[in-house]
C-alpha cells in the first residue's frame, strides 16, 4: 500500500528553506523540499498576499504550500472539497488552472466567491466609496438633530455582541449593501468590521469566551485595553484594504473558470477532476461555524452545523473519532467518483490522531508520499509548533 513514505525538513528549522516556489515543475522531488517556513521565510505580508488577507480565517493552510503542489502536478481541474477560504481556488487562478470548491459552510462559499471573482475595478472603487459616503450622511443628525434610525436586530447573540451603537453601525451599513452592484464583496468588509468590533478581548479574537463589557488587561498590546465602541473606523479600513488587495490580485489573475459549490463534500456532484488538494477539517479542533457566528447572524446566511464533518462541538471521543473516519472517507471517495485513474490527492492535515493511514487504506488509494514538516503557529497566543502532514495520494 504505500509505496513511497518520505520525511523532509526537521523540527529545528536547521538548513535553508525551499522559497523558490516558480521553480517547481512536474521534475520536481518534493522529499527533497525543506517546507519548514518560519516567519524570516514566509513573512505575514506574503502569506497574506492580495486576497488571501481580505478576511481573518481560522485554519487555512498558507497559499505558498498550495502553489508547490499545483506547480508540482500542475493539473488540468483541481478540486477543494473542503475550500474553506479559497486559497487553493485563488492559487489555481493565478497558475491559469481550473478548479473547483465545495463547502458546507454559506460564509465559506461567500467568501471564496468574492475572492476569485472578477470586477470592473473603477465601479468596485466608486462602490466602496460611495457606500462609506452614504454612511458618514446616515449616521449625522438630521434637521431634528437625530441620526436616521435603523431596524432593530432580533438576533440575541448580535444584541450581547455589541455596543448598541456599533451594532446600529453596522446594521446601517448593511441596510446600504442593496443598492450596490458588489453587494457579496461588501458583506464581506461588513463581516470583517464586525468581528473586530465584537465585545471582546484582542487577545481572543479566534474564540471569544464572553461578551466584555469593561477594561481588560490586553495580552496582545501588554496594556489596558477597551471594549469597542465604534465600529466605522473598521468599517472604512477594510473597505479601502479589500479595494487594493482585489486590485492587486487582478493584476495576475488568469481567465481560468472557477466553480463553488455550497453543499456536502459526502453527497455533492462534482464535475471532472484530475487532483484534489485540499486541508480538511481536523477531529474535534474547529466549529467553523461558530467561528464565523457574526457573520451568519447579520447577514443571514444559512447554517448547516449539524452537517459540519470533525466540528469541536462533537468532542474528539472515540466515537466521535469514527464517525470523522466514517465522514471523511465518504467525502474522499464521492470526489474520487469524478477523478479518473491515476488522479492525485494531495492532503494537508494535521494528523494528530494518526487517522489518515486508515483512511488511504479504506480508500484503497496508492501513498506516495507522506510527508511532515514543522508548523511555527504565529497568530494570537497559540505560540507553540506543531506537525502537520502532507499526504500525496494516488487513485487506482
Not at 226 to 248: G, K, Q
Not at 273 to 280: A, F, N, Y
Not at 321 to 334: C, G, I, K, R, S
Amino acid at each position: 500500500m504505500k509505496s513511497r513514505i518520505s520525511v523532509t525538513g526537521n523540527p529545528a528549522y536547521d538548513g535553508r528553506p525551499f522559497t523558490a516556489f516558480a521553480t517547481v515543475t512536474p521534475e520536481t522531488d518534493v522529499a527533497s523540499l525543506n517546507l519548514n517556513w518560519g516567519e524570516r521565510d514566509l513573512p505575514e505580508r506574503e502569506r497574506t498576499k492580495h486576497v488571501h488577507g481580505l478576511h481573518p480565517y481560522l485554519g487555512k493552510f498558507i497559499p505558498q504550500l498550495v502553489e508547490v503542489f499545483l506547480r508540482k502536478y500542475r493539473p488540468k481541474v483541481v478540486c477543494d472539497p473542503f475550500c474553506g477560504s479559497g486559497t487553493t481556488l485563488v492559487e489555481a487562478n493565478a497558475l491559469g488552472i481550473d478548479a473547483v470548491g465545495c463547502d458546507i459552510s454559506a460564509f465559506n462559499c461567500l467568501l471564496t466567491k468574492v475572492k476569485t471573482y472578477r470586477y470592473d475595478l473603477r465601479l468596485l472603487e466608486r462602490s466602496v466609496h460611495d457606500i462609506l459616503v452614504q454612511l458618514d450622511l446616515r449616521l449625522q443628525p438630521n434637521l431634528f438633530g437625530a441620526p436616521q434610525e435603523v431596524e432593530e436586530s432580533q438576533s440575541e447573540y448580535l444584541r450581547a455582541w455589541y455596543t448598541p451603537e456599533v451594532l446600529r453601525q453596522l446594521l446601517l451599513y448593511r441596510s446600504l449593501i442593496s443598492a450596490y452592484p458588489y453587494q457579496d464583496l461588501l458583506k464581506v468588509v461588513l463581516s470583517r468590521a464586525a468581528r473586530s468590533s465584537r465585545l471582546t478581548k484582542h487577545f481572543e479574537l479566534d474564540f471569544p469566551k464572553a461578551p466584555v463589557t469593561g477594561p481588560y488587561y490586553c495580552h496582545k498590546h501588554r496594556r489596558t485595553c477597551y471594549p469597542v465602541t465604534d465600529a466605522t473606523a473598521f468599517l472604512r479600513r477594510y473597505s479601502l484594504d479589500a479595494l487594493r488587495r482585489i486590485e492587486t490580485f487582478a493584476r495576475i489573475r488568469t481567465e481560468a473558470r472557477t466553480e463553488i459549490l455550497q453543499g456536502d463534500a459526502r453527497s455533492v456532484a462534482f464535475p471532472p477532476c484530475d487532483m484534489v488538494l485540499t486541508s480538511p477539517p481536523y477531529v474535534g479542533l474547529i466549529d467553523y461555524h461558530e467561528q464565523h457566528r457574526y457573520a451568519f447572524e447579520l447577514l443571514g446566511l444559512p447554517q448547516s452545523r449539524e452537517a459540519e464533518i470533525g466540528a469541536s462541538w462533537k468532542g474528539d471521543s472515540q466515537r466521535a473519532v469514527e464517525t470523522y473516519l466514517e465522514d471523511m472517507t465518504e467525502a474522499f471517495a464521492n470526489v474520487m467518483r469524478a477523478m479518473p485513474s491515476g488522479g492525485v490527492l494531495v492532503v494537508i492535515v494535521h494528523d494528530r490522531k494518526d487517522l489518515y493511514d486508515r483512511i488511504a487504506q479504506r480508500l484503497g488509494v496508492k501513498v506516495e508520499y507522506r510527508l511532515q514538516r514543522h508548523v511555527n503557529r504565529r497568530t494570537g497566543r497559540r505560540a507553540d509548533a506543531f506537525f502537520e502532514d502532507v499526504l500525496v495520494w494516488r487513485r487506482l
